[in-house]
Protein backbone atom coordinates (compact mmCIF):
# COMPACT_ATOMS: atom_id res chain seq x y z
CA UNK A 1 0.00 0.00 0.00
CA UNK A 2 1.53 3.43 -0.90
CA UNK A 3 2.63 5.14 1.82
CA UNK A 4 0.75 8.77 0.89
CA UNK A 5 -1.49 9.13 3.31
CA UNK A 6 -1.64 12.14 6.25
CA UNK A 7 1.06 11.31 8.43
CA UNK A 8 4.70 10.10 6.89
CA UNK A 9 5.29 6.07 8.16
CA UNK A 10 8.27 8.04 10.13
CA UNK A 11 5.64 10.28 11.77
CA UNK A 12 2.90 8.12 11.69
CA UNK A 13 -0.08 7.82 14.37
CA UNK A 14 1.40 6.46 17.29
CA UNK A 15 5.03 4.42 17.30
CA UNK A 16 5.65 1.09 18.17
CA UNK A 17 5.82 1.56 21.74
CA UNK A 18 6.94 4.81 24.20
CA UNK A 19 5.12 3.58 27.51
CA UNK A 20 7.85 3.16 30.38
CA UNK A 21 5.26 1.88 32.30
CA UNK A 22 2.28 -0.43 32.89
CA UNK A 23 -0.64 0.54 35.23
CA UNK A 24 0.97 -1.58 38.17
CA UNK A 25 3.91 0.53 37.55
CA UNK A 26 6.02 -2.18 36.36
CA UNK A 27 8.65 -1.45 34.10
CA UNK A 28 7.81 -1.81 30.68
CA UNK A 29 9.52 -2.14 26.97
CA UNK A 30 10.20 0.86 25.33
CA UNK A 31 11.08 1.46 21.44
CA UNK A 32 12.63 5.01 22.66
CA UNK A 33 16.35 5.47 21.32
CA UNK A 34 19.20 7.40 22.85
CA UNK A 35 19.84 10.46 20.69
CA UNK A 36 23.39 10.98 22.56
CA UNK A 37 24.42 7.39 21.45
CA UNK A 38 23.25 7.39 17.76
CA UNK A 39 25.15 11.06 18.05
CA UNK A 40 28.12 9.54 19.12
CA UNK A 41 27.82 6.32 16.73
CA UNK A 42 27.32 8.97 13.53
CA UNK A 43 30.76 10.44 13.70
CA UNK A 44 32.50 7.25 13.67
CA UNK A 45 34.04 6.79 10.16
CA UNK A 46 32.49 4.82 7.67
CA UNK A 47 33.62 4.00 4.08
CA UNK A 48 31.64 6.40 1.40
CA UNK A 49 29.10 4.00 -0.56
CA UNK A 50 27.11 5.91 -3.93
CA UNK A 51 24.63 3.44 -3.44
CA UNK A 52 22.80 1.37 -0.47
CA UNK A 53 23.68 -2.03 -0.05
CA UNK A 54 20.64 -4.46 -0.89
CA UNK A 55 21.28 -4.60 3.04
CA UNK A 56 20.58 -1.69 3.97
CA UNK A 57 17.57 -1.44 1.43
CA UNK A 58 16.21 -4.36 3.05
CA UNK A 59 17.02 -2.69 6.61
CA UNK A 60 15.10 0.52 5.94
CA UNK A 61 12.26 -1.08 4.19
CA UNK A 62 11.74 -3.64 7.25
CA UNK A 63 12.28 -0.49 9.61
CA UNK A 64 9.27 1.15 7.60
CA UNK A 65 6.98 -1.62 8.03
CA UNK A 66 7.57 -1.85 11.72
CA UNK A 67 6.86 1.76 12.06
CA UNK A 68 3.66 0.92 9.50
CA UNK A 69 2.70 -1.59 12.23
CA UNK A 70 2.80 0.36 15.53
CA UNK A 71 -0.32 0.06 16.42
CA UNK A 72 -0.54 -3.31 16.83
CA UNK A 73 1.23 -3.33 20.07
CA UNK A 74 -2.02 -1.08 21.14
CA UNK A 75 -4.41 -3.69 19.83
CA UNK A 76 -2.36 -6.50 21.57
CA UNK A 77 -1.18 -5.32 25.29
CA UNK A 78 -3.65 -1.92 25.77
CA UNK A 79 -3.41 -2.62 29.52
CA UNK A 80 0.24 -1.60 29.82
CA UNK A 81 -0.10 1.18 28.80
CA UNK A 82 -0.65 4.55 30.93
CA UNK A 83 -4.12 6.41 30.65
CA UNK A 84 -2.09 9.59 28.94
CA UNK A 85 -1.65 6.97 26.15
CA UNK A 86 -4.85 4.08 26.12
CA UNK A 87 -7.79 6.17 27.11
CA UNK A 88 -10.27 2.80 27.45
CA UNK A 89 -10.68 -0.55 25.95
CA UNK A 90 -12.63 -3.97 25.78
CA UNK A 91 -12.85 -6.79 23.78
CA UNK A 92 -13.94 -5.22 20.68
CA UNK A 93 -11.38 -1.77 20.54
CA UNK A 94 -8.93 0.05 22.02
CA UNK A 95 -9.26 3.93 22.11
CA UNK A 96 -6.11 5.69 22.14
CA UNK A 97 -4.63 9.09 21.79
CA UNK A 98 -2.97 10.11 18.72
CA UNK A 99 0.77 10.46 19.41
CA UNK A 100 1.16 12.59 16.38
CA UNK A 101 -2.02 14.58 16.81
CA UNK A 102 -2.99 16.71 13.58
CA UNK A 103 -5.76 18.64 15.93
CA UNK A 104 -5.76 20.16 19.32
CA UNK A 105 -7.19 16.79 19.67
CA UNK A 106 -6.80 14.01 17.93
CA UNK A 107 -7.82 9.76 19.33
CA UNK A 108 -7.95 6.79 17.08
CA UNK A 109 -9.90 3.71 17.27
CA UNK A 110 -8.81 0.54 16.79
CA UNK A 111 -10.86 -2.22 16.15
CA UNK A 112 -9.25 -5.87 17.57
CA UNK A 113 -11.03 -7.95 15.30
CA UNK A 114 -8.27 -10.07 13.85
CA UNK A 115 -9.91 -10.38 10.41
CA UNK A 116 -10.18 -6.64 9.55
CA UNK A 117 -6.45 -5.97 11.38
CA UNK A 118 -5.15 -5.56 8.02
CA UNK A 119 -7.87 -5.15 5.75
CA UNK A 120 -8.10 -1.69 4.36
CA UNK A 121 -11.31 0.23 5.74
CA UNK A 122 -13.02 0.78 2.23
CA UNK A 123 -13.12 -3.18 2.10
CA UNK A 124 -13.61 -3.72 5.75
CA UNK A 125 -16.76 -1.52 5.96
CA UNK A 126 -18.22 -3.85 3.31
CA UNK A 127 -19.24 -5.90 6.14
CA UNK A 128 -22.29 -4.12 7.99
CA UNK A 129 -22.31 -5.72 10.91
CA UNK A 130 -19.02 -5.03 11.59
CA UNK A 131 -19.67 -1.63 10.14
CA UNK A 132 -22.29 -0.73 12.72
CA UNK A 133 -20.58 -1.85 15.49
CA UNK A 134 -17.30 0.33 14.43
CA UNK A 135 -20.13 3.01 14.33
CA UNK A 136 -21.42 2.52 17.61
CA UNK A 137 -17.81 2.20 18.95
CA UNK A 138 -17.50 5.57 17.38
CA UNK A 139 -20.01 7.62 18.17
CA UNK A 140 -19.55 6.40 22.34
CA UNK A 141 -15.88 7.75 21.94
CA UNK A 142 -16.80 10.84 19.91
CA UNK A 143 -19.43 11.55 23.14
CA UNK A 144 -15.99 11.23 25.38
CA UNK A 145 -14.22 13.46 22.93
CA UNK A 146 -16.78 16.27 23.01
CA UNK A 147 -16.83 16.02 27.13
CA UNK A 148 -12.83 17.02 26.80
CA UNK A 149 -13.60 19.77 24.37
CA UNK A 150 -15.97 21.09 26.79
CA UNK A 151 -13.99 20.95 29.30
CA UNK A 152 -10.95 22.28 27.68
CA UNK A 153 -12.39 25.39 26.16
CA UNK A 154 -15.99 25.83 27.86
CA UNK A 155 -14.55 28.63 29.70
CA UNK A 156 -13.67 30.66 26.30
CA UNK A 157 -16.84 30.14 24.29
CA UNK A 158 -19.66 32.32 24.57
CA UNK A 159 -21.60 29.46 23.67
CA UNK A 160 -20.96 28.30 26.96
CA UNK A 161 -21.73 31.42 29.38
CA UNK A 162 -25.66 30.52 29.97
CA UNK A 163 -24.75 26.93 30.86
CA UNK A 164 -21.57 28.17 33.33
CA UNK A 165 -23.64 30.90 34.66
CA UNK A 166 -26.40 28.25 35.85
CA UNK A 167 -23.32 25.75 37.15
CA UNK A 168 -22.03 28.75 39.44
CA UNK A 169 -25.45 29.39 40.94
CA UNK A 170 -26.20 27.87 44.66
CA UNK A 171 -27.41 26.30 44.40
CA UNK A 172 -26.78 24.81 40.35
CA UNK A 173 -29.77 24.92 38.40
CA UNK A 174 -31.50 21.70 38.16
CA UNK A 175 -32.17 21.98 33.78
CA UNK A 176 -28.91 23.03 32.46
CA UNK A 177 -28.83 24.69 29.59
CA UNK A 178 -27.58 22.72 26.86
CA UNK A 179 -24.45 24.94 25.88
CA UNK A 180 -22.54 24.41 23.30
CA UNK A 181 -22.66 21.32 20.81
CA UNK A 182 -19.23 20.23 20.75
CA UNK A 183 -19.88 16.92 18.87
CA UNK A 184 -20.26 19.02 15.93
CA UNK A 185 -17.12 20.30 16.73
CA UNK A 186 -15.45 16.84 16.04
CA UNK A 187 -14.46 15.05 12.80
CA UNK A 188 -14.68 11.01 12.43
CA UNK A 189 -13.17 9.63 9.80
CA UNK A 190 -10.24 7.56 7.77
CA UNK A 191 -8.12 8.12 5.52
CA UNK A 192 -8.54 7.00 1.74
CA UNK A 193 -5.01 5.96 1.59
CA UNK A 194 -3.75 4.70 5.26
CA UNK A 195 -0.22 5.35 6.18
CA UNK A 196 -0.50 2.88 9.10
CA UNK A 197 -0.93 -1.13 8.29
CA UNK A 198 -3.60 -1.66 10.95
CA UNK A 199 -7.14 -0.30 10.44
CA UNK A 200 -8.08 2.96 12.88
CA UNK A 201 -9.97 5.15 12.87
CA UNK A 202 -9.77 9.15 13.42
CA UNK A 203 -11.66 11.04 16.09
CA UNK A 204 -10.22 14.95 16.06
CA UNK A 205 -11.68 18.18 16.78
CA UNK A 206 -11.74 20.28 13.57
CA UNK A 207 -9.13 22.90 14.30
CA UNK A 208 -6.30 21.38 13.06
CA UNK A 209 -3.76 23.22 15.26
CA UNK A 210 -1.13 21.01 16.22
CA UNK A 211 2.86 21.51 16.25
CA UNK A 212 2.86 17.87 14.69
CA UNK A 213 1.16 19.36 11.83
CA UNK A 214 4.06 19.77 9.45
CA UNK A 215 3.64 19.77 5.73
CA UNK A 216 0.93 19.63 2.94
CA UNK A 217 0.03 15.74 3.40
CA UNK A 218 -0.72 16.33 7.45
CA UNK A 219 -3.20 19.36 6.39
CA UNK A 220 -4.62 17.85 3.34
CA UNK A 221 -5.22 14.57 3.86
CA UNK A 222 -7.72 15.94 6.65
CA UNK A 223 -9.00 19.28 4.98
CA UNK A 224 -9.71 17.28 1.44
CA UNK A 225 -11.87 14.31 0.20
CA UNK A 226 -9.14 12.18 0.76
CA UNK A 227 -10.36 12.23 4.73
CA UNK A 228 -13.75 10.02 4.72
CA UNK A 229 -16.29 10.58 6.92
CA UNK A 230 -17.57 7.35 8.96
CA UNK A 231 -21.15 7.77 8.40
CA UNK A 232 -20.07 7.94 4.34
CA UNK A 233 -20.12 3.99 3.92
CA UNK A 234 -20.22 2.24 2.10
CA UNK A 235 -18.84 3.66 -0.31
CA UNK A 236 -20.30 2.96 -3.93
CA UNK A 237 -17.93 1.55 -6.50
CA UNK A 238 -17.59 4.51 -8.84
CA UNK A 239 -16.90 7.07 -5.74
CA UNK A 240 -13.73 9.12 -6.69
CA UNK A 241 -12.39 8.76 -3.30
CA UNK A 242 -11.41 5.43 -4.23
CA UNK A 243 -8.76 7.16 -6.18
CA UNK A 244 -7.35 9.76 -3.78
CA UNK A 245 -4.01 10.38 -4.63
CA UNK A 246 -4.38 13.70 -6.02
CA UNK A 247 -6.50 15.42 -3.23
CA UNK A 248 -3.25 15.62 -1.36
CA UNK A 249 -2.03 18.08 -4.04
CA UNK A 250 -4.90 20.56 -3.60
CA UNK A 251 -4.18 24.08 -3.01
CA UNK A 252 -4.13 24.68 1.01
CA UNK A 253 -7.65 26.00 1.69
CA UNK A 254 -8.47 27.18 5.09
CA UNK A 255 -10.88 24.68 6.79
CA UNK A 256 -12.98 27.55 8.66
CA UNK A 257 -13.02 30.56 5.78
CA UNK A 258 -12.13 28.80 3.13
CA UNK A 259 -9.35 31.03 2.27
CA UNK A 260 -6.86 29.91 -0.04
CA UNK A 261 -3.08 29.82 0.22
CA UNK A 262 -1.91 27.99 -2.44
CA UNK A 263 1.37 26.49 -1.78
CA UNK A 264 2.69 28.83 0.91
CA UNK A 265 2.61 25.92 4.36
CA UNK A 266 3.49 28.53 6.70
CA UNK A 267 0.98 31.19 5.93
CA UNK A 268 -1.41 28.65 6.50
CA UNK A 269 0.00 27.32 9.54
CA UNK A 270 -0.12 31.43 11.17
CA UNK A 271 -3.53 31.58 9.63
CA UNK A 272 -4.61 28.08 11.45
CA UNK A 273 -3.53 29.61 15.14
CA UNK A 274 -5.35 32.91 14.60
CA UNK A 275 -8.41 30.45 13.17
CA UNK A 276 -7.99 28.20 16.61
CA UNK A 277 -7.99 31.26 19.04
CA UNK A 278 -11.36 32.29 17.46
CA UNK A 279 -12.76 28.99 16.98
CA UNK A 280 -12.63 28.72 20.81
CA UNK A 281 -14.65 31.58 21.80
CA UNK A 282 -17.45 30.66 19.64
Known sequence: MADISGSDASDAEAPVATVTSNEKGTPAET?????FTELMSSKTKQPKQTEPTKQNKSQKLGSKFKIRDGLGVYIERPET?????????NDDFVAINDLYPKSSLHLLLLPRDPSKFF????DAFEDHRFLQKVRAEAKKLRTLAAGELRRRYGKYSSQETARREAMEQDPPADDLPPGRDWEKELMVGIHAAPSMNHLHIHVLSVDRYSDRLKHRKHYNSFATPFFVDIDDFPLAQDDPRRHPGHYLKRDFICWRCSRNFGNRFQELKDHLEEEY???KKL
Do not use: M, T
Open 277 to 279: EQW
Open 81 to 89: FSSSVVIYF
Open 31 to 35: GKRNA
Open 119 to 122: QHPF
